[in-house]
């Protein structure tokens, strides 16, 4: 578990202090240590109190790491409370991932509700799992020459205004990744994305790929 208060020791304009609280706790009531058997379970909130002029918006980028960013909303708030929920499973090759947050900003004009969440599965056919470690998932390490895993991933987010649209930004992604060894990864995936009340084009599907070497 963690806890983090940052004050920033002043005041705005109308003499309110800004500040930020922020809790995470996490269990996990199965890990074999191996990482071959793991049930993760976490509990995050966050309390913001900001200066009355502070823009809140929330951006995707569709699940594609290069392409323009889309504007679900952008607003003033004063204030905003955000709580998160985690869960995670994995048994060998198999893994599911899932987090949710619930955030919420108010203004003197404006008022936002935005809900996200992301449910991710992946399956390794050689069997190897996700490196477990300190309450975070990492990458496969291939005990072979290589180690192939299936990907499937599906985000929503929806966002409610007091005083324009409702927006929504989803996306489905579908695709593998090949671990040459444990610091080379290729990642292909094909992305179906569907917007609402954000842009003219509310659709469109991608296809992905990056190679990527880390250390």
């Given at each position: 578990w963690a806890v983090a208060l940052v004050d920033d020791r002043s005041e705005n304009e109308n003499?309110?202090?800004?500040?930020?609280l922020t809790a995470?706790?996490?269990?996990?009531?199965?890990?074999?240590?191996d990482s071959r058997h793991i049930l993760h379970l976490g509990l995050a909130h966050s309390e913001r109190n900001v200066d009355d002029d502070t823009i809140f918006s929330l951006s995707e980028q569709l699940g594609i790491n290069t392409a323009d960013r889309t504007t679900l909303f952008s607003t003033v708030i004063d204030d905003l409370q955000q709580t998160g929920l985690e869960f995670i499973y994995s048994k060998n090759g198999f893994s599911v991932q899932s987090?949710?947050?619930?955030t919420e900003g108010n203004g003197n004009n404006t008022d936002v509700?935005?809900?996200?969440?992301?449910?991710?599965f992946t399956y390794?056919?050689?069997?190897?799992?996700?490196?477990?470690?300190?309450?975070l998932f990492g990458a496969v390490v291939p005990t072979q020459d290589g180690a192939f895993e299936l990907v499937?991933?599906?985000?929503?987010?929806?966002?409610?205004?007091?005083?324009?649209?409702?927006?929504?930004?989803n996306t489905?992604?579908?695709?593998?990744?090949?671990?040459?060894?444990?610091?080379?990864?290729?990642?292909?995936?094909?992305?179906?994305?569907?917007t609402?009340?954000?842009?003219?084009i509310d659709e469109g599907d991608a296809l992905s790929a990056r190679f990527q070497v880390y250390f």
């Amino acid at each position: 578990w963690a806890v983090a208060l940052v004050d920033d020791r002043s005041e705005n304009e109308n003499g309110k202090d800004n500040y930020a609280l922020t809790a995470r706790a996490t269990y996990a009531p199965i890990n074999s240590g191996d990482s071959r058997h793991i049930l993760h379970l976490g509990l995050a909130h966050s309390e913001r109190n900001v200066d009355d002029d502070t823009i809140f918006s929330l951006s995707e980028q569709l699940g594609i790491n290069t392409a323009d960013r889309t504007t679900l909303f952008s607003t003033v708030i004063d204030d905003l409370q955000q709580t998160g929920l985690e869960f995670i499973y994995s048994k060998n090759g198999f893994s599911v991932q899932s987090e949710f947050v619930a955030t919420e900003g108010n203004g003197n004009n404006t008022d936002v509700n935005l809900d996200s969440y992301y449910v991710l599965f992946t399956y390794t056919l050689s069997g190897e799992p996700r490196q477990y470690k300190k309450g975070l998932f990492g990458a496969v390490v291939p005990t072979q020459d290589g180690a192939f895993e299936l990907v499937a991933k599906f985000d929503r987010n929806k966002a409610e205004l007091s005083n324009a649209t409702d927006t929504e930004a989803n996306t489905n992604t579908w695709g593998f990744n090949y671990y040459f060894n444990p610091h080379v990864k290729l990642a292909v995936n094909i992305v179906q994305a569907e917007t609402d009340n954000i842009s003219v084009i509310d659709e469109g599907d991608a296809l992905s790929a990056r190679f990527q070497v880390y250390f």
